[in-house]
């Protein structure tokens, strides 16, 4: 199958030629990117991702940040290559904190990052930062109006200038061994359709929403030059596609549009659960197909996954015919944490059902890191 989306000039474009030593105009890393995404998908590719792959899994966690060779991961051990996506998430960096909010130390997320970057694999980045009114974490309620005081004007605007300096001068550390700074998708203020985080629909207004996936837009691509960076946009669970547009940042900022849509298990069980899960990933997926065309923009699943994997056949019974219709880039599921038994998305050695996900990341469509 071979989608092909029109390339489209935005005022980004400008950041997209640059000149080498010799004068001669060159692509940034970010179009190089854009570009090996675009390929991809034209091919009728879906790259499979996986959060925090390289640092931990269920019942295990890199113990020696500096040496360790980097080369377990769950999936691995179950379907023998490492997923072609790895997620990290930055929050607490803003704290000041050598470790990130799941204890990850920046020190092993940045070996990581660009250790899986050479062997020819895909990083993304979220970031989930305390709440900058209150001092609580992401999620901590009530929100108040915590966005309207970060945004120019605002009280903890130069606090949190900051917090996106501290983001900044992690990412410019993200280099490879011939100091050259890697390309990566990063993708701020996710979920933002819910009302869950600080930065949720009830806790800002539209503009003030726009005003700043712009301004930390800005102040990374445009004041600290960050050219290496594909932009991703990422609504929570939305039936309504006008709710999923309505904070939309703008064709000039905006690279990939996402979704954050999980399998949740009600009282009426796996099967409904799982009927409900394609509804919803299916019915957001068909409107995402038609905007990213409309858009110019690749469409992908940022977050998704069935904590615990009760239903045994989720990957190639739920996901796989739920997604195989669209062109999405990636997909990528949660992680698997170390410390908590049955807090995981992805199967780990000796987990019941692995078998599945082998299957699945044997489809055609389905890639797997090759090394
Ligand atoms: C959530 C859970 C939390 C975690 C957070 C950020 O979905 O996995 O335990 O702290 O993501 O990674």
Redesign the pocket.
């Known amino acids: 199958m071979k989608y092909v989306l029109k390339p489209v000039l935005t005022a980004v474009a400008a950041l997209i030629l640059v000149s080498c030593g010799d004068g001669a105009p060159t692509v940034s890393l970010r179009q190089q990117l854009l570009d090996r995404l675009q390929e991809s998908v034209s091919d009728g590719k879906i790259l499979y991702g996986h959060?925090d792959d390289l640092s931990y899994g269920h019942a295990w966690k890199v113990e020696d940040i500096e040496k360790d060779p980097l080369e377990r991961s769950d999936i691995r051990d179950v379907a023998g290559r490492f997923p072609a996506i790895v997620g990290f998430?930055l929050?607490a960096i803003e704290l000041g904190r050598t470790a990130n909010?799941?204890d990850v130390p920046f020190a092993l997320m940045r070996r990581a990052a660009i250790t899986h970057v050479g062997r020819g694999g895909i990083v993304t980045f979220s970031w989930?930062p305390w709440n900058p009114l209150t001092g609580e974490d992401a999620w901590g309620m009530p929100a108040g109006r915590a966005v309207a005081s970060i945004l120019p004007g605002g009280e903890n605007h130069d606090s949190f200038m900051g917090s996106l300096r501290a983001v900044g001068d992690f990412f410019d550390t993200l280099r490879d061994a011939d100091g050259q700074r890697i390309p990566f998708i990063f993708r701020p203020w996710h979920e933002h359709t819910g009302s869950w985080f600080w930065w949720g629909r009830d806790h800002c207004t539209v503009g003030e929403y726009v005003a700043l996936f712009r301004m930390t837009h800005d102040y990374l691509a445009v004041e600290r030059g960050m050219d290496n960076i594909v932009w991703c946009y990422s609504p929570g669970r939305e039936s309504d596609e006008s709710v999923y547009m309505e904070r939309w940042p703008g064709d000039d900022v905006v690279d990939l549009m996402g979704l954050d849509c999980y399998t949740y298990l009600g009282e009426d069980g796996v099967e409904a659960a799982v009927v409900r899960y394609k509804e919803q990933v299916g019915g957001a997926l068909a409107y995402m197909t038609r905007l990213g065309k409309e858009h110019g923009k690749l469409i992908c699943l940022s977050e998704t996954g069935f904590e615990g994997l009760p239903d045994p056949t989720w990957w190639t019974q739920t996901l796989y015919p739920t997604i195989r219709e669209y062109p999405i880039v990636y997909v990528l599921t949660?992680?698997n944490?170390c410390d908590?038994p049955g807090?995981f998305y992805a199967p780990w050695k000796g987990f019941e059902h692995a078998g599945d996900f082998k299957a699945f990341s044997e489809k055609e469509r389905i890639v797997l890191l090759n090394l």
């Open positions: 959060q998430d929050g909010l799941d989930h949660w992680r944490a908590r807090h």
